[in-house]
């Protein structure tokens, strides 16, 4: 069984930045796909960047050049490190463990319970 938590999530102007956790419990993180997933009011889950165990990357269209995924499997931990936000990035986003593939809609069986961006002025 693998818990995710989030964190880093708040409040920030458009153009600015933040970064997001994730931190895993248990020692097979290491092998997992793992991913980043948000939820604006009224839509779907979508997928926003995923890490393979190696180091190679996958990014929504809509946030390539803005947005970087990364991890480290000595810390067992995520990141999402986000920049020139816009309004239109205000969601919730999900910490997600097991992606079956890179570009998964689904995700895998484990996630976190979700952490707030807010993109406003």
């Known amino acids: 069984q693998v818990q995710l938590v989030e964190s880093g999530g708040g409040l920030v102007q458009p153009g600015g930045s933040l970064r997001l956790s994730c931190a895993a419990s248990?020692?097979?993180?290491?092998?997992?796909?793992m991913g980043w997933y948000r939820q604006a009011p009224g839509k779907q889950r979508e997928l926003v960047a995923a890490i393979a165990s190696g180091g190679s990357t996958n990014y929504a269209d809509s946030v390539k050049g803005r947005f970087t995924i990364s991890r480290d499997n000595a810390k067992n931990t995520v990141y999402l490190q986000m920049n020139s936000l816009k309004p239109e990035d205000t969601a919730v986003y999900y910490c997600?463990?097991?992606?079956?593939?890179?570009?998964?809609?689904?995700?895998?069986?484990?996630w976190g319970k979700g952490t707030l961006v807010t993109v406003s002025s």
């Open positions: 248990g020692s097979i993180f290491s092998i997992y796909i």
């Open positions: 997600n463990g097991g992606m079956p593939t890179m570009r998964s809609s689904i995700g895998g069986n484990y």
